[in-house]
Nanobody
């Protein structure tokens, strides 16, 4: 079993930045597709950004140009740098790791963008 633990969420003003981190309990970051998803109150969970095992990234339209996903295979860490945050970015952000057979989720970290 793999555990994913997110950190770095919090309250930030519009236009501010946050960096989310995801720590994996096993060495999956180098072989799994890792991603960040978010779920706002009353809405379905949605993709924010993913990075393949080869380092290829893909972003939701709302994240392009503002968010950057990255990973450190040696540390089993995945990051999401979020800049120019907007109130509509408010959500619980979840880390995900999948390889077509296994699908792991973290418990989530709350991000609130408000003045």
């Amino acid at each position: 079993q793999v555990q994913l633990v997110e950190s770095g969420g919090g309250l930030v003003q519009p236009g501010g930045s946050l960096r989310l981190s995801c720590a994996a309990s096993r060495s999956i970051v180098s072989t799994y597709t890792m991603g960040w998803y978010r779920q706002a109150p009353g809405k379905q969970r949605e993709l924010v950004a993913v990075v393949s095992r080869f380092g290829v990234t893909n972003y939701a339209g709302s994240a392009k140009g503002r968010f950057t996903i990255s990973k450190d295979n040696a540390k089993n860490m995945v990051y999401l740098q979020m800049n120019s945050l907007k109130p509509e970015d408010t959500a619980v952000y979840y880390c995900n790791g999948r390889n077509g057979v296994a699908d792991y989720w973290g418990q989530g970290t709350q991000v609130t963008v408000s003045s």
